[in-house]
């Protein structure tokens, strides 16, 4: 993934925040020899103090062959994307028509080393940490090993700890325009409101009015910023 300087993180919190409100990906690992390389689609809950996410998928997937023989996986991640029109993207000094069109989105590649996780108790922790961070509310029995409802369903699926060693994020939402385009795209983006317009328009005022050092306005421009 190129990332220009312009469009990598602030810093590790921006990542890590939006990571936290971004838990479904898709799981990269090589095939076996002659095969193709394999994409999971998953939930997964990332903890950055331990430095790794945590997933689980049925028994019969054919992800674990692959994992066997080459355990070093990609978990990418990415949302918050929308279609920018060319027009929208023209400099100051140029007719709408010779701007180029691009997509705005937020990405974040982890590479880890994928641990199986078999034991029946490992696996109950392992799925009482999912559940602590996809339904912190409750409301299900609690996972144990060897009691209903979890007990017997364990032996079904199998546990994944990805033990993350490097993170690669991109936040591009224009940030290589000149502030005057920025906040015409801005405008843009707030009269079509198409799916995936509003979260990338919050991600572009929110960088801009970082890189300015001010704070974005709800609805509008970012305060005290010029037009």
Known sequence: MLIH??????????????????????????????????????????????????????????IWSALADRPTVLLSVVD???????????????????????????????????HVVDAPEAKA???RRQLTHFQPEGGSAPVAAG???YGRLLSGIRGLRLEVHDI?????????RSESVQHRIS?????????????ARRHQQRRLAASRGYEPREGGAPANSPR
């Open 168 to 176: 690669r994020a991109k936040f591009k939402y224009g940030g290589k």
């Open 125 to 127: 922790e392992l799925l």
């Open 80 to 114: 918050d994307y929308t279609f920018i029109p060319g027009p929208w993207q023209a400099d100051e000094d140029q007719p709408p028509e010779h701007g180029v069109p691009t997509s705005f989105y937020a990405a974040v590649q982890l590479t880890c080393t994928a």
């Open 147 to 149: 009691e209903a409802p």
């Open 187 to 199: 405008e843009r983006l707030a009269e079509r409101d198409g799916p995936g317009d509003a979260s």
């Open 5 to 62: 300087p312009w469009d990598a993180p602030t810093d590790d919190a921006e990542w890590q925040d939006w990571l936290a409100a971004h838990d479904f990906g898709q799981l990269a690992a090589n095939g076996l020899p002659g095969e193709a390389p394999l994409l999971q689609p998953l939930h997964f809950a990332y903890d950055p103090a331990r430095h790794e996410a945590v997933t689980h998928l049925a028994r019969p997937n054919p």
